[in-house]
T-cell receptor, first 113, second 114 residues
Framework: GQQVMQIPQYQHVQEGEDFTTYCNSS?????IQWYKQRPGGHPVFLIQ?????EVKKQKRLTFQFGEAKKNSSLHITATQTTDVGTYFC?????????????FGAGTQVVVTP | DTGVSQDPRHKITKRGQNVTFRCDPI?????LYWYRQTLGQGPEFLTY????????KSRLLSDRFSAERPKGSFSTLEIQRTEQGDSAMYLC????????????FGPGTRLTVT
């Protein structure tokens, strides 16, 4: 089962609106990565966060790593139809082997024009 | 195309049969991962290699599953005596061991056990 929890499971967004998806781990993470999977496709790497409290931006996407390194968020502004897909966070636990990722169940994003 | 490739893309098999999947990683990547993904779930870690060494195998993985990476390049994942519960998408990914080491995923092999 998934050891990294993501909410919400589904997100219906009107084009142009903003939304946020959250990722939570019960254990401390050494780093967290975010991936996007388009319908029928495979996961594609978006970003990696390593430092406590780190914030990174990619155009309309803002990623944040919590101070305790147990949670993360992805905020998308002015949603476009190209944002459709499932967004996964994947955490590397400090107690796990280096490079081993635990994926969340994902947030499936549907954009209404 | 220099990305991760997987073969076959689809496999339909009868319960009890053995199946083998192949993954060719990006050539300079020394890490190779296998995941299983079912509908509505994220990729579930199965096992991973650094070069030819298998570093870890999921405790959730049945003994019917075995993986190899004999020369540190391509890898195979074999499932023996398949069960209906094995039906899933099997994803392979590769990465470097330095720098950001993000994982690059292949297109997957969709297994259907009837």
């Amino acid at each position: 089962g998934q050891q990294v929890m993501q909410i919400p499971q589904y997100q219906h967004v009107q084009e142009g609106e903003d939304f946020t998806t959250y990722c939570n781990s019960s254990t401390t993470l050494s780093n967290i990565q975010w991936y996007k999977q388009r319908p029928g496709g495979h996961p594609v790497f978006l970003i990696q966060l390593v430092k406590s409290g780190e914030v990174k931006k990619q155009k309309r996407l803002t990623f944040q790593f919590g101070e305790a390194k147990k949670n993360s968020s992805l905020h998308i502004t002015a949603t476009q139809t190209t944002d459709v897909g499932t967004y996964f966070c994947a955490g590397e636990k400090t107690t796990d082997s280096w490079g081993k990722l635990q994926f969340g169940a994902g947030t499936q994003v549907v954009v209404t024009p | 195309d220099t990305g991760v490739s997987q073969d076959p893309r689809h496999k339909i098999t009868k319960r009890g049969q053995n199946v083998t999947f192949r993954c060719d990683p990006i050539s300079e990547h020394n890490r190779l991962y296998w995941y299983r993904q079912t509908l509505g779930q994220g990729p579930e870690f199965l096992t991973y290699f650094q070069n030819e060494a298998q570093l870890e195998k999921s405790r959730l993985l049945s003994d019917r599953f075995s993986a190899e990476r004999p020369k540190g390049s391509f890898s195979t994942l074999e499932i023996q005596r398949t069960e209906q519960g094995d039906s899933a998408m099997y994803l392979c990914a590769s990465s470097l061991v330095t720098g950001r080491y993000e994982q690059y995923f292949g297109p997957g092999t969709r297994l259907t056990v009837t």
